[in-house]
Structures are given as structure tokens and as C-alpha cells.
């Protein structure tokens, strides 16, 4: 791939791709990773790309597929891991805090709310969670979502309904 | 939409999108030197097995060309011992 089309790509689209790991993976760190992941990737398959879809949701579809591969493995790796303590043997305080995460990009004003929101979504089926992601925080429309997401519009429009009414539900115990 | 659905999407909604760090690209972009280095291009690799292939070829037609020819020499001894002929001709001369 030519490097002045990659790098356009990147510039056009870096910032969706980012925000998108941050909104799946809750991690600075992380979403930096998988942003890379995905412009690797984009570089390997872009001859595979056919035009079907605007490079945009191709990209999307991408990015998606790796958040989700990401949290798969970590969720391998938690059923092997060592059990240990959160509090510091020695002062008995919190060392790691893996509760809540506040979302960079929220108002302060909005950072609990945001943050209860996230755990919900957190729990979601990971469909539940896509749609429930690509719709009300990176605004795609139904159309763009069911180019993502390889489904039809009308099942896009019954998974958001399934997928609102699971995170009303799990906020509403919350509260 | 419920109440509580809406707030929840205008939460959501006011999240502010964040810029991508600067040092990422030059990051992707040392990756991809880095796999460019390694990688070898499918005609090349086409080109090295067909000439493997054929030193393998050359290499076996030789090793039974040779089979054959020690063969024969070993028939042309035995014959020789017991003074056998191992031409068409029947007198000596």
C-alpha cells in the first residue's frame, strides 16, 4: 500500500479508531495498542478492500474485530491468573482499582454517570454491546452499524432495543 | 424513548471525541519497516522452490545414470571371468 494513502487513512480516521478501542477496551494504554493493531491491518488487507462499503465502516468493521478479539484473550487469561490481593500486604491500601472507569472524554460534570453507564455496557452480550457502542457513543447510523456489524437494518433496530432495554434494566439494579 | 434511555444516550453523546496520540504513527510506521525487512515476496519464493526442484531433478537423473553404468560394468566383469563374450561376435579374433 502506498504510503501517502495510508497516511491519509490514518489521518481521516485515526481519531475514530481510537475512541472506539478506548469506549471497548476502558484503557489508555490498551486502546493505544489496539489502534495500532488496526492500522497494521488496514495496511495488510487494504489490496482486499472492494469499495462494497465506505472505507470508514470497513475500517469500523476492523477495529471492532480487534476490541472484541482483545477482550476475548483477556478473559483467557483471567481464568489462569493467580489469585492475589487488591491491598497492599505492608499499608493495607488499594493497589490496583480495577472498578470504575473514567472515560477521559467525559464532562466532569458527567464522569459518574458515564462511569455506571460503562459497567452496564461492560456486561452487555457482546452484539448488545456493539450496537448499544456504535450507535450512541460513535453515532453511526442504523445503515452504517449493519455494514459493521454483517447484519440487516431491521435486526441492527431489534438488537439496539434488546440491547437498551438490558442496559435500563442493569442500571435501574445499580440504582 | 423512555426517559431514563434518553439520558442515558445524551450522556453518551456528550462524550468528547479524544485525539489520537502524535508518537502513534511513527510507531505503526516502524512496525511495518520492521515487518518490510522480514517479509519476501511471493515471486521469490516461487523462483527458489523451481530451482530447488530442479537441482533435486539434476541430482537424480545423475544418481541413476551412474546406477546404470555400474551395473553394466559389473555384468562386463562377471562376463570377462568366465570368458563369456559380451559382444555379438562368436570367434575371438
Known amino acids: 500500500m502506498e504510503s501517502q494513502n495510508f497516511e491519509r487513512l490514518y489521518h481521516e480516521h485515526s481519531s475514530m479508531v481510537y475512541n472506539l478501542c478506548l469506549n471497548y477496551l476502558r484503557n489508555i494504554e490498551e486502546s ?4 495500532q493493531d488496526v492500522f497494521l491491518r488496514v495496511h495488510q488487507n487494504f489490496y482486499a478492500f472492494d469499495g462494497k462499503s465506505t472505507e470508514k465502516t470497513w475500517i469500523y468493521k476492523i477495529a471492532v474485530n480487534i476490541c472484541l478479539d482483545r477482550i476475548k484473550a483477556k478473559s483467557r487469561k483471567k481464568r489462569f491468573a493467580k489469585i492475589r490481593s487488591i491491598f497492599s500486604s505492608e499499608t493495607g ?22 462511569a455506571e453507564i460503562f459497567e452496564a455496557i461492560e456486561l452487555l452480550p457482546e452484539s448488545q454491546k456493539t450496537a448499544i457502542i456504535l450507535k450512541s457513543i460513535e453515532g453511526l447510523n442504523q445503515k452504517e452499524i ?13 438488537l439496539l432495543v434488546r ?13 | 424513548m423512555m426517559k431514563n434511555e434518553k439520558n442515558t444516550d445524551e450522556l453518551l453523546a ?16 516502524a512496525k511495518l519497516d520492521n ?17 530447488f526442484t530442479l537441482l533435486l531433478l539434476i541430482n537424480f537423473m545423475v544418481l541413476t545414470g551412474n546406477v546404470n553404468q555400474v551395473q553394466s560394468d559389473k555384468v562386463n566383469v562377471i562376463a570377462e571371468d568366465f570368458g563369456l563374450t559380451t559382444t555379438n561376435q562368436l570367434y575371438n579374433e
Open chain 2, 14 to 29: 456528550r462524550i468528547q471525541k479524544l485525539e489520537t496520540p502524535p508518537y502513534l504513527l511513527t510507531r505503526i510506521q
Open chain 2, 35 to 51: 515487518a518490510n525487512e522480514l517479509f519476501v515476496s511471493k515471486p521469490k519464493v516461487a523462483f527458489v522452490g523451481a530451482l
Open chain 1, 93 to 114: 491500601d488499594l493497589i490496583y482499582d480495577y472498578g470504575t472507569f473514567e472515560h477521559p472524554g467525559a464532562l466532569l460534570e458527567d464522569k459518574e454517570a458515564i
Open chain 1, 146 to 158: 449493519s455494514e459493521v456489524m454483517d447484519m440487516s437494518e431491521k435486526a441492527v433496530e431489534s
Open chain 1, 163 to 175: 440491547a437498551r432495554k438490558n442496559l435500563k434494566n442493569k442500571l435501574t439494579k445499580e440504582n
Open chain 1, 32 to 35: 493505544e495498542e489496539a489502534t
